[in-house]
Protein backbone atom coordinates (compact mmCIF):
# COMPACT_ATOMS: atom_id res chain seq x y z
CA UNK A 1 0.00 0.00 0.00
CA UNK A 2 1.24 3.52 -0.82
CA UNK A 3 0.83 5.89 2.08
CA UNK A 4 1.00 9.53 1.86
CA UNK A 5 -0.53 12.87 3.17
CA UNK A 6 -2.21 15.86 1.71
CA UNK A 7 -0.85 19.11 0.77
CA UNK A 8 -1.17 21.78 -1.91
CA UNK A 9 0.83 22.46 -4.86
CA UNK A 10 0.18 25.65 -6.42
CA UNK A 11 -1.06 25.08 -10.34
CA UNK A 12 -2.84 26.88 -12.93
CA UNK A 13 -4.13 26.07 -16.61
CA UNK A 14 -1.79 25.42 -19.19
CA UNK A 15 -0.81 23.75 -22.17
CA UNK A 16 1.75 20.57 -22.70
CA UNK A 17 5.32 21.53 -22.45
CA UNK A 18 8.21 20.05 -24.29
CA UNK A 19 7.11 20.06 -27.32
CA UNK A 20 10.09 21.28 -29.10
CA UNK A 21 12.31 18.08 -28.72
CA UNK A 22 16.62 17.58 -29.90
CA UNK A 23 17.11 14.73 -32.38
CA UNK A 24 20.66 14.73 -31.84
CA UNK A 25 21.83 11.48 -28.90
CA UNK A 26 25.24 10.72 -28.21
CA UNK A 27 24.38 7.87 -26.28
CA UNK A 28 26.01 9.29 -22.83
CA UNK A 29 23.86 11.01 -20.26
CA UNK A 30 26.63 13.59 -19.93
CA UNK A 31 27.42 13.86 -23.69
CA UNK A 32 23.67 14.10 -24.70
CA UNK A 33 22.38 16.42 -22.19
CA UNK A 34 22.89 20.13 -23.00
CA UNK A 35 22.95 22.07 -19.74
CA UNK A 36 22.01 25.25 -18.50
CA UNK A 37 22.62 27.78 -15.17
CA UNK A 38 19.94 30.40 -14.86
CA UNK A 39 18.17 32.24 -12.52
CA UNK A 40 12.41 31.71 -11.51
CA UNK A 41 10.16 29.16 -11.06
CA UNK A 42 1.68 24.30 -7.24
CA UNK A 43 -2.75 22.87 -6.33
CA UNK A 44 -3.40 19.09 -7.54
CA UNK A 45 -6.44 16.92 -7.16
CA UNK A 46 -5.55 12.99 -7.06
CA UNK A 47 -5.61 9.49 -6.21
CA UNK A 48 -3.34 6.76 -7.62
CA UNK A 49 -2.31 3.58 -5.90
CA UNK A 50 -2.84 4.48 -2.69
CA UNK A 51 -1.08 7.63 -3.26
CA UNK A 52 -1.78 11.02 -1.57
CA UNK A 53 -4.46 13.54 -3.05
CA UNK A 54 -3.42 17.11 -3.34
CA UNK A 55 -6.09 19.22 -3.84
CA UNK A 56 -6.37 22.97 -5.17
CA UNK A 57 -6.05 25.64 -2.25
CA UNK A 58 -7.26 29.28 -2.64
CA UNK A 59 -4.31 30.25 0.16
CA UNK A 60 -1.14 29.24 -1.86
CA UNK A 61 -2.68 31.70 -4.65
CA UNK A 62 -1.80 34.45 -2.61
CA UNK A 63 1.06 36.39 -3.58
CA UNK A 64 3.91 36.20 -1.46
CA UNK A 65 7.81 35.72 -1.33
CA UNK A 66 7.35 31.58 -1.03
CA UNK A 67 5.71 31.76 -4.40
CA UNK A 68 9.39 33.55 -6.14
CA UNK A 69 10.88 30.23 -7.01
CA UNK A 70 12.98 30.14 -10.60
CA UNK A 71 15.01 27.74 -12.67
CA UNK A 72 18.58 27.79 -11.21
CA UNK A 73 20.02 25.09 -13.64
CA UNK A 74 18.64 23.40 -15.80
CA UNK A 75 19.49 20.24 -18.22
CA UNK A 76 18.17 19.59 -21.32
CA UNK A 77 18.13 15.65 -22.71
CA UNK A 78 14.62 15.49 -23.87
CA UNK A 79 16.44 13.75 -27.40
CA UNK A 80 15.92 10.66 -25.01
CA UNK A 81 14.13 11.73 -21.28
CA UNK A 82 13.03 15.52 -20.67
CA UNK A 83 14.34 18.15 -19.28
CA UNK A 84 15.96 18.12 -15.57
CA UNK A 85 15.86 21.25 -13.54
CA UNK A 86 17.08 22.57 -10.13
CA UNK A 87 15.26 25.00 -8.42
CA UNK A 88 15.92 28.10 -6.12
CA UNK A 89 14.09 26.55 -3.66
CA UNK A 90 16.45 23.34 -3.46
CA UNK A 91 13.99 21.09 -5.04
CA UNK A 92 14.78 18.83 -8.06
CA UNK A 93 12.20 17.85 -10.63
CA UNK A 94 12.12 16.38 -14.46
CA UNK A 95 9.87 17.19 -17.47
CA UNK A 96 9.74 13.87 -19.19
CA UNK A 97 8.66 13.79 -22.43
CA UNK A 98 5.40 12.13 -22.21
CA UNK A 99 4.27 15.92 -20.06
CA UNK A 100 4.22 13.43 -16.75
CA UNK A 101 6.94 15.38 -14.20
CA UNK A 102 8.61 14.79 -10.83
CA UNK A 103 9.22 17.43 -8.13
CA UNK A 104 11.97 15.98 -5.26
CA UNK A 105 11.54 17.92 -2.19
CA UNK A 106 14.62 19.78 -0.82
CA UNK A 107 14.60 16.21 1.70
CA UNK A 108 15.41 14.16 -0.72
CA UNK A 109 12.96 11.76 0.81
CA UNK A 110 9.01 12.97 -0.67
CA UNK A 111 8.25 13.58 -4.19
CA UNK A 112 5.23 14.64 -6.15
CA UNK A 113 4.36 12.82 -9.31
CA UNK A 114 2.24 15.00 -12.00
CA UNK A 115 0.15 13.80 -14.86
CA UNK A 116 -2.80 15.55 -16.95
CA UNK A 117 -5.86 15.19 -17.20
CA UNK A 118 -7.16 15.13 -20.95
CA UNK A 119 -10.92 15.59 -20.05
CA UNK A 120 -10.33 18.95 -18.44
CA UNK A 121 -6.53 19.74 -18.65
CA UNK A 122 -5.85 19.98 -15.10
CA UNK A 123 -3.00 18.67 -13.50
CA UNK A 124 -3.19 15.56 -11.15
CA UNK A 125 -0.86 14.76 -8.69
CA UNK A 126 0.47 12.24 -6.65
CA UNK A 127 2.47 11.93 -3.30
CA UNK A 128 5.32 9.50 -2.52
CA UNK A 129 8.29 8.51 -1.24
CA UNK A 130 11.52 6.73 -1.89
CA UNK A 131 10.17 3.80 0.55
CA UNK A 132 6.75 3.63 -0.84
CA UNK A 133 5.44 4.18 -4.93
CA UNK A 134 4.50 2.45 -7.44
CA UNK A 135 6.15 0.14 -9.75
CA UNK A 136 5.60 1.57 -12.73
CA UNK A 137 7.60 5.01 -11.87
CA UNK A 138 10.57 2.86 -10.76
CA UNK A 139 12.45 3.98 -13.81
CA UNK A 140 11.00 7.38 -13.97
CA UNK A 141 12.97 7.76 -10.28
CA UNK A 142 16.14 6.01 -11.75
CA UNK A 143 15.99 9.03 -13.76
CA UNK A 144 15.40 11.87 -11.42
CA UNK A 145 18.36 10.40 -9.30
CA UNK A 146 20.65 11.17 -12.76
CA UNK A 147 19.48 14.32 -13.39
CA UNK A 148 19.81 15.43 -9.58
CA UNK A 149 23.78 14.19 -9.64
CA UNK A 150 24.12 15.65 -12.92
CA UNK A 151 23.12 18.65 -11.64
CA UNK A 152 24.38 18.34 -8.43
CA UNK A 153 27.87 17.54 -10.22
CA UNK A 154 27.74 14.24 -8.13
CA UNK A 155 30.32 11.12 -10.01
CA UNK A 156 27.71 8.79 -9.26
CA UNK A 157 23.84 8.69 -8.72
CA UNK A 158 21.91 9.09 -5.81
CA UNK A 159 20.76 5.69 -4.32
CA UNK A 160 17.42 4.66 -5.15
CA UNK A 161 16.58 1.47 -2.84
CA UNK A 162 13.18 1.75 -1.29
CA UNK A 163 14.68 1.81 2.86
CA UNK A 164 11.73 1.95 5.28
CA UNK A 165 12.36 5.49 6.79
CA UNK A 166 9.81 7.17 9.36
CA UNK A 167 8.19 9.89 7.57
CA UNK A 168 8.47 11.70 10.96
CA UNK A 169 12.08 12.12 10.53
CA UNK A 170 12.17 13.18 6.58
CA UNK A 171 9.49 16.37 7.22
CA UNK A 172 8.55 18.16 4.44
CA UNK A 173 11.00 21.23 3.54
CA UNK A 174 7.87 22.77 1.17
CA UNK A 175 4.92 23.81 1.82
CA UNK A 176 3.80 24.32 -1.88
CA UNK A 177 5.20 22.38 -4.71
CA UNK A 178 6.49 24.40 -7.85
CA UNK A 179 7.63 22.75 -11.21
CA UNK A 180 7.76 23.34 -14.85
CA UNK A 181 4.46 23.33 -16.39
CA UNK A 182 5.34 24.09 -19.66
CA UNK A 183 8.64 24.83 -21.58
CA UNK A 184 10.30 25.32 -25.08
CA UNK A 185 13.45 26.36 -26.55
CA UNK A 186 14.26 27.91 -29.72
CA UNK A 187 17.94 29.12 -31.15
CA UNK A 188 17.77 32.00 -29.00
CA UNK A 189 16.56 30.80 -25.90
CA UNK A 190 14.55 28.92 -23.25
CA UNK A 191 11.02 29.51 -21.92
CA UNK A 192 9.82 28.03 -18.68
CA UNK A 193 6.06 28.33 -17.53
CA UNK A 194 6.43 27.42 -14.04
CA UNK A 195 2.96 26.57 -11.97
CA UNK A 196 3.62 29.77 -9.68
CA UNK A 197 2.87 31.72 -12.88
CA UNK A 198 6.22 32.60 -13.07
CA UNK A 199 7.37 32.84 -16.82
CA UNK A 200 11.16 32.57 -17.07
CA UNK A 201 13.21 32.93 -20.00
CA UNK A 202 16.72 32.44 -20.78
CA UNK A 203 18.69 33.95 -23.55
CA UNK A 204 21.94 32.85 -24.94
CA UNK A 205 23.85 35.79 -24.30
CA UNK A 206 22.75 35.14 -20.30
CA UNK A 207 20.45 38.08 -19.80
CA UNK A 208 17.36 36.41 -18.55
CA UNK A 209 13.61 38.26 -18.10
CA UNK A 210 11.26 36.49 -15.49
CA UNK A 211 7.04 37.76 -14.91
CA UNK A 212 4.52 37.30 -12.49
CA UNK A 213 1.33 37.38 -13.21
CA UNK A 214 0.84 37.03 -9.33
CA UNK A 215 2.96 39.62 -7.67
CA UNK A 216 2.99 41.61 -11.03
CA UNK A 217 5.98 41.50 -11.24
CA UNK A 218 9.42 41.66 -14.38
CA UNK A 219 12.37 41.29 -13.94
CA UNK A 220 15.55 41.63 -15.71
CA UNK A 221 18.68 39.65 -15.05
CA UNK A 222 21.74 41.66 -16.87
CA UNK A 223 24.84 38.94 -17.51
CA UNK A 224 25.43 37.69 -13.96
CA UNK A 225 29.06 37.23 -13.25
CA UNK A 226 29.37 33.65 -12.66
CA UNK A 227 28.00 32.00 -9.36
CA UNK A 228 26.27 34.87 -8.94
CA UNK A 229 22.85 36.66 -9.70
CA UNK A 230 21.53 40.05 -9.42
CA UNK A 231 18.02 41.36 -9.79
Same mark, same amino acid.
Request: hydrophobic share 30%.
Given at each position: ?IAGMQRPLATTDGVR !? ?9 ? *??? $? ?17 ? !??? $?? &? ?8 ? &????? %????? +? ?18 ? #? ?10 ? *? ?18 ? $????AEYPKDLQKKMTLLQ ?9 ? &?????? &??? +? ?11 ? +?? +??? %? ?15 ? $??? #? ?17 ? *? ?9
Open positions: M !GGDRQHQTDRG *NFA $QSAKTGVGATGGAMAGSKN !GGS $QM &KQNAASKTPS &KENEV %WVRKW +VDYSSKYGLGYYLSNDATGV #FFNDSTKIVLDP *NGYHFDYVERRTADRQDFGY $QYNLHFRSYLEGSD &KPRTNE &KVA +VDPAKKPHKLVDV +VY +VKK %WMRTRHAIMFRLSNKVV $QVN #FQDHTEIMLSSETKVVTYV *NKPVRGTRTR
